[in-house]
């Protein structure tokens, strides 16, 4: 989505996120599950993982849970396999979505996002249909009252930010995957909470939606997605304005 659907949609999120917390909890213990495993559990050692351990402490998530999930990924507490995946749909009014996914089990996960898209009125697409649209990259959204513009420009310049954009109420930085954790670090390091923090799938051409009702489903088709649990994110190529996206929450 746009950098401006994207803050739009995060500030709606931010309404729902106590209903959701367990969910939170859940995704970010098998992200923390993969990091250990694939890098150790070291956390000065593996940026990914101390990077995560910044993401579950900002969403209060009991320490007892990070280290448990910590310790399934390096083998120290038995665990089941974890997996990661992505889907590729399209949602209604032609929009392309990419669904990240982390499951201990791969059957039903197909299930449950095939079901999903069918029951919103989009549908699956085969592996490849999508992914040529968009770019992975570090993507960090920041509200402008957290930080100046010459401040924020500093930080994430030093840092090797590949991009700033300025809209009316937020910043948006982008970086290389390879960049993302240093700089998400570094805003840490200087006390500034960012609003959302991911490595994110970026359209390379927008799908503009001006149809209320579209937009309606659409939003819909998202939020069922992200209430699986086995869902991670779901990214996708529309462009709705917020005037738009506020009225549909209204």
């Known amino acids: 989505m746009s950098g401006h659907s994207k803050w739009a949609t995060t500030k709606r999120h931010k309404a729902a996120v106590d209903a959701k917390r367990g969910k939170i ?12 495993r694939d890098g150790g559990k070291d956390p000065e050692f593996n940026p990914r993982l101390r990077t995560l351990i910044t993401k579950a402490k900002q969403a209060n998530m009991p320490a007892d849970n990070i280290e448990r999930a910590i310790k399934k990924g390096t083998g120290e507490l038995a665990g089941v396999t974890i997996e990661e995946l992505l889907y590729e749909g399209y949602a209604p009014g032609g929009v392309g979505l990419i669904v990240e996914v982390t499951t201990d089990n791969k059957n039903r996960s197909a299930s449950e996002v095939r079901s999903t898209f069918s029951k919103g009125g989009g549908n699956l697409a085969g592996a490849g249909a999508l992914a040529f649209n968009f770019k992975r990259k ?4 920041l509200s402008r009252d957290k930080m100046d513009e010459d401040s924020l420009t500093e930080l994430a310049l030093e840092n090797d930010a590949e991009d700033i954009v300025t809209e009316k109420e937020h910043y948006e930085i982008i970086c290389e ?53 086995d869902v991670k994110a779901v990214h996708g190529n529309y462009d709705m304005n917020e005037a738009l996206l506020e009225e549909i929450s209204s």
């Open 25 to 36: 909890f859940s995704v970010i213990s098998k992200e923390l599950t993969l990091a250990a």
């Open 138 to 141: 570090g993507q960090i959204l």
């Open 177 to 229: 995957t390879s960049q993302y954790d240093r700089l998400a670090e570094a805003f840490d390091k200087a006390g500034i909470e960012m609003d959302s923090s991911e490595l994110a799938y970026l359209p390379n051409n927008l799908v503009p939606i001006s149809d209320h009702e579209t937009a309606r489903k659409i939003l819909k088709l998202i939020e069922s997605l992200e209430d699986l649990e």
